[in-house]
């Protein structure tokens, strides 16, 4: 970590402050075993039995039991005040994709902002748990091997537009934005496809995790 990146050659899990629901680091660590921080993030994973391989961040929100636990080694300050604690973990992580957890469900603007940085790090396949959805940034091209009746939801963060099949509500035409139309409980015919321009966050039950990931990493895999 020379270079102040973190080269993983597995999935990496980052875990935030945020809320955790049960299971959420298990189910994580499952897919992504290498584990890294951001900021008070150490407190919640040390608390749950697991020493992240690196703490990111400003370092103002960790505990002086979790600095000393983990060791100036296992500690990247990263001065900048202009950024959050996620997207100075997240730009500094070099993975085949991330897993995020810890983002959501306590303070509504830390959630906005990480889905911001989502959406400005497209190239870094990132996915986040929250109580009843996964959260990602669609990519130009992704094709998702959905069953009949599954709940997809689509947010731009901007102005945005695309193409899709297999949905049951198609997105052609439409000219998506945050203060315009959005493309929230749409569902799935089967198997869809989107080609989107812009920065849009997809949504799916927590159960197509799997699917989800796969389908990520292939669209970024090129």
Not at 74 to 91: P, Y
Not at 156 to 175: E, K, V, Y
């Amino acid at each position: 970590m020379a270079d102040g990146v973190l080269h993983s050659r597995v999935g990496v899990t980052l875990i935030g402050g945020g809320a955790l629901q049960p299971g959420d680091l298990d189910l994580a660590l499952a897919h992504a075993p290498c584990l890294v921080a951001a900021d008070g993030g150490a407190d919640a994973a040390l608390a749950l039995g697991h020493m992240p391989v690196r703490a990111i961040g400003d370092l103002d929100s960790i505990s002086d039991a979790a600095r000393a636990a983990l060791g100036p080694d296992r500690l990247l300050h990263v001065a900048e005040q202009d950024s959050t604690d996620f997207a100075k973990a997240l730009t500094r992580i070099e993975a085949p994709f991330v897993i995020a957890t810890g983002f959501s469900g306590r303070r509504l603007d830390h959630t906005l902002a990480a889905l911001n940085v989502m959406v400005r790090h497209r190239h870094l396949p990132c996915i986040m748990l929250t109580a009843e959805d996964i959260a990602f940034a669609v990519p130009p091209q992704l094709d998702l091997p959905l069953a009949p009746g599954t709940r997809v939801s689509l947010f731009p963060m901007g102005p945005a537009q695309g193409r899709s099949t297999g949905l049951l509500w198609p997105i052609d035409g439409i000219a998506f934005a945050p203060d315009g139309s959005i493309g929230t409980s749409n569902a799935a015919l089967g198997p869809v496809t989107l080609a989107v321009t812009g920065p849009v966050i997809g949504l799916l039950p927590r159960d197509c995790l799997d699917l989800a990931l796969a389908a990520l990493t292939a669209a970024t895999s090129g």
